[in-house]
């Protein structure tokens, strides 16, 4: 069975400064891999996703993520954070186009001025 | 980008009563939907895949008969909550794949139950 592991339950990060969350999945064969964002009492929302082709992956606001295959992880990174990308993420995972997903605990990211 | 929209976004009922949420794809056929059950500050549990037409698919765990499942058309779900007791109080979220697009699953803006 597929899993998700977001080891940090909490981050946080000065504005403006760089930041790493951390995903690592477990699944046989090569999965397709998400982020997704969700604002307090929101829905969630695609940040980015990869399938296949080049690892490192460009999403919307200026977050990007890279699939390493030899470590099973699928890591986000944005170099300046802002205040407006409090939130928490969610990495998730799942084995077959357009099927169901399997997330992770997902981060809680906090922004301080 | 492909909509999928909740009704209602939060409801509040009391304990032995049924509340239905509905899930509805706005500009696309949805085939298979699924539902998901998010738990204050935990993250988001698969309930079940809903496919139109047919019986929906329950994870284990997930009584059937305490949450009724129906995918009547292509652009509706509805999730059941029957019998509500407060442990049942959570934000709901429905997703759906749209046909030809690549694996990626579109969510609603989630229900919120509360049940006194």
């Known amino acids: 069975a597929q899993s998700v592991t977001q080891p940090d339950i909490h981050i946080t990060v000065s504005e403006g400064a760089s930041l790493e969350l951390r995903c690592n999945y477990s699944y046989g064969a090569t999965p397709y891999l998400f982020w997704y964002v969700q604002s307090p009492g929101q829905g969630l929302q695609l940040l980015l996703k990869y399938f296949s082709g080049d690892t490192l992956v460009q999403g919307i606001k200026g977050f990007e993520a890279e699939f390493k295959r030899s470590q099973s992880s699928f890591n986000l990174r944005k170099p300046s954070v802002h205040w407006s990308d409090a939130a928490e993420y969610f990495c998730?995972?799942?084995?077959?186009?357009?099927?169901?997903?399997?997330f992770g605990a997902g981060t809680i990211l906090r922004v301080k001025s | 980008g492909a909509v999928v929209s909740q009704h209602p976004s939060w409801v509040i009922c009391k304990s032995g009563t049924s509340v239905k949420i509905e899930c509805r794809s706005l500009d696309f056929q949805a085939t298979t939907m699924f539902w998901y059950r998010q738990f204050p500050k935990q993250s988001l549990m698969l309930m079940a895949t809903?496919?139109?037409?047919?019986?929906?698919?329950?994870e284990q765990g997930v009584e059937k008969d305490k949450f009724l499942i129906n995918h009547a058309s292509l652009t509706l779900s509805t999730l059941t909550v029957t019998s509500a007791h407060p442990e049942d109080s959570s934000f709901y979220i429905c997703s759906a794949s749209v046909p030809g697009l690549t694996g990626e699953l579109f969510f609603g803006e989630g229900s919120r139950l509360t049940v006194l």
């Open positions: 998730a995972v799942s084995k077959e186009y357009g099927n169901k997903l399997v």
């Open positions: 809903s496919n139109e037409g047919s019986k929906a698919t329950y």
